[in-house]
């Protein structure tokens, strides 16, 4: 069994900072990628910041600039730094994660809860 967990989502002010944390726990044996997406009122999930096994990392381009994606997929962690934050970052951010089991070669993607992040003055 695989768990995916989010953490340190809240309230800030425009212009402000917050980190989140994402960890993944159970039979994992490999990790190919991490990603953040955000899902904000009315649209679709869009694609944050990614990470792949290599430490390479993109970013959307709503994000490019303000926000940093760290982490470590043989640690099965990763953060993301937000600053300058704007009202329209707004929504809920999971974490994503394509990940092998052990006892299968296959290939599959795990989804956090989301933890919810709100701009506003």
């Known amino acids: 069994q695989v768990q995916v967990v989010e953490s340190g989502g809240g309230l800030v002010q425009p212009g402000g900072s917050l980190k989140l944390s994402c960890v993944a726990r159970?039979?994992?044996?490999?990790?190919?990628?991490m990603a953040w997406y955000r899902q904000s009122p009315g649209a679709q999930r869009e694609l944050i910041a990614d990470?792949?096994?290599?430490?390479?990392?993109s970013y959307g381009s709503t994000v490019e600039g303000r926000f940093t994606i760290s982490g470590d997929t043989t640690n099965a962690s990763m953060n993301l730094a937000m600053n300058s934050l704007e009202t329209w970052d707004t929504g809920v951010y999971y974490c994503y994660v394509h990940l092998a089991r052990s006892g299968t070669s296959a290939w599959s993607t795990y989804w956090g809860q989301g933890t919810q992040v709100t701009v506003a003055s």
């Open positions: 159970g039979d994992i044996t490999n990790i190919a990628a």
């Open positions: 990470l792949d096994q290599n430490g390479r990392t």
